[in-house]
């Protein structure tokens, strides 16, 4: 470190962005701030302003109670209807599900609308924990049809949830409509997705039909610095531009 008119947290961010960039494969942890500090001659303040710089750039990642991390590739979604599960498989990714809620109850009347359902009927309300390469990427809160899919909470829901649609009911679903908007993780979502409460989220409702019958209504919280979706836009195609009919990736 050079005493000069260059600070010396701009100098530290360059050699952390050359270490993240050229030296450590995604993942992988960088020391820690007594260590940057002790190493570089610097106080503790510095190494933090240096290393918030490149968290903000997205070359580094906090994870709570572990430490600092350079940044895992974003994965890029495009908008359309797929398989989470599948959508991993293809990226060379190994799709993970855990379960953490699986209830028959009376959902709120903005859902109940939604499916089509009479005010109180009930409906099966799902909430799942997605992974890729055992990361956290989403947590998905969604409730489902009885109607459509009877019996739906017997089966076993660790795995692609439109396959097992298509495969026990016939139900491929065919349409969507949904809505993406900018969220901070709330303790419990953080929690589930090991990031910091207040870090940034992607939102996505979507309500998804089968023959123009509703039979899901979606919202999955994604986390910022994973995941990314990607639009194609064209004013000669109807349906490009900000409001598309169909709806992102599960």
Not at 50 to 57: K, N, P, R, S, T
Not at 111 to 125: E, F, I, M, Q
Request: charged letters at 25%.
């Amino acid at each position: 470190m050079l005493d000069g008119p260059t600070p010396k947290h701009a100098q530290l961010r360059e050699i952390l962005r050359r270490l993240a960039e050229e030296e450590l494969p995604p993942g992988s942890p960088v020391p820690s701030e007594r260590e940057l500090a002790i190493r570089y001659g610097v106080s503790r303040l510095t190494v933090r302003e240096a290393i918030g710089q490149l968290v903000a750039d997205g070359l580094l990642t906090r994870v709570r109670g572990k430490g600092t991390f350079t940044a895992r590739p974003r994965v890029d979604a495009q908008l359309y209807l797929e398989s989470f599960t599948e959508d991993m498989r293809q990226r060379g990714m190994e799709p993970g599900t855990a379960v953490l809620l699986a209830e028959e109850r009376v959902p709120p009347p903005d859902t109940a609308a939604a499916l089509a359902l009479p005010v109180g009927h009930r409906a099966y309300r799902l909430e799942r924990l997605r992974t890729a390469d055992g990361t956290p990427i989403s947590v998905e809160r969604g409730w489902y049809s009885p109607p459509r899919v009877p019996d739906l909470l017997s089966h076993d829901l660790t795995g692609s949830l439109y396959t097992l649609l298509a495969r026990e009911y016939g139900v491929v679903l065919d349409n969507g409509r949904q809505t993406v908007w900018a969220e901070t993780a709330d303790p419990a979502t953080a929690r589930l997705l090991d990031v910091r409460p207040g870090c940034p989220l992607l939102a996505f409702r979507r309500v998804a039909s089968a023959h123009g019958e509703p039979v899901e209504d979606m919202t999955s919280w994604y986390r910022g610095d994973l995941y990314q979706v990607t639009m194609h836009l064209d004013r000669n195609v109807p349906g490009s531009g900000p409001h598309p009919a169909k709806g992102g990736s599960r």
